[in-house]
């Protein structure tokens, strides 16, 4: 009967077209079901109860991906998009692990990569670009770069690194 609930609320889940208030209201009567007969499945009891208790703090976000298009029902589809993406990093660099620059423009790869695989681009697309938005994503990244290397020059020599920041300090204001 446990088995058959957890079925049940799976497929309530998976249901393609439903909207997110036949799910609530569907998933909600399961859950009334099961908290009211969990002691007919004797030693399950436990794991029904934290079943009923986990849907229950997941509830206020758990339907949000039937009230928004496309959006994926699981994580799988999202976590595979990533498992591909360092897949094929790998298998371009000749690296085991990812690339430190997916850390610095990991936002803007990952994007990138993600929205090719579902639509090829365009030139009008490109050409339609908010080219404001693209010289600030563009300053932060370069921003972004600047203070690793600055970690960096501090780690190989903090020595070097705080004198040169003394003399930048210590310039007069205006050219004599």
Same mark, same amino acid.
């Given at each position: 009967? +446990?088995? =058959?609930?957890?079925?049940?609320? +799976?497929?309530?889940?998976?249901?393609?077209?439903?909207?997110?208030? =036949?799910?609530?209201?569907?998933?909600?009567?399961?859950?009334? +079901?099961?908290?009211?007969?969990?002691?007919?499945?004797?030693?399950? +009891?436990?794991?029904?109860?934290?079943?009923?208790?986990?849907?229950?703090?997941?509830?206020?976000?758990?339907?949000?991906?039937?009230?928004? !298009?496309?959006?994926?029902?699981?994580?799988?589809?999202?976590?595979?998009?990533?498992?591909?993406?360092?897949?094929?990093?790998?298998?371009?660099?000749?690296?085991?692990?990812?690339?430190? =620059?997916?850390?610095?423009?990991?936002?803007?790869?990952?994007?990138?990569?993600?929205?090719?695989?579902?639509?090829?681009?365009?030139?009008?697309?490109?050409?339609?670009?908010?080219?404001?938005?693209?010289?600030?994503?563009?300053?932060?990244?370069?921003?972004?770069?600047?203070?690793?290397?600055?970690?960096?020059?501090?780690?190989?020599? !903090?020595?070097?690194?705080?004198?040169?920041?003394?003399?930048?300090?210590?310039?007069?204001?205006?050219?004599?």
């Amino acid at each position: 009967m +446990a088995f =058959a609930w957890v079925h049940a609320a +799976a497929h309530i889940l998976g249901t393609a077209g439903i909207t997110a208030t =036949a799910a609530r209201r569907q998933l909600g009567g399961l859950l009334g +079901a099961m908290t009211q007969r969990r002691p007919a499945v004797g030693k399950l +009891a436990g794991a029904v109860d934290h079943f009923v208790k986990v849907s229950r703090s997941y509830w206020p976000g758990l339907f949000a991906c039937y009230r928004v !298009p496309g959006l994926p029902r699981t994580n799988n589809a999202l976590e595979q998009s990533f498992g591909s993406y360092r897949y094929h990093e790998r298998r371009v660099s000749g690296k085991k692990v990812a690339s430190p =620059a997916l850390v610095l423009r990991g936002s803007a790869r990952i994007v990138a990569a993600i929205a090719t695989r579902q639509r090829p681009e365009r030139e009008r697309d490109l050409a339609a670009a908010d080219r404001v938005a693209w010289q600030a994503k563009r300053a932060e990244l370069a921003e972004r770069r600047q203070r690793r290397i600055e970690r960096r020059r501090f780690r190989q020599d !903090p020595h070097a690194y705080l004198r040169d920041l003394e003399d930048q300090l210590n310039q007069p204001a205006l050219p004599a």
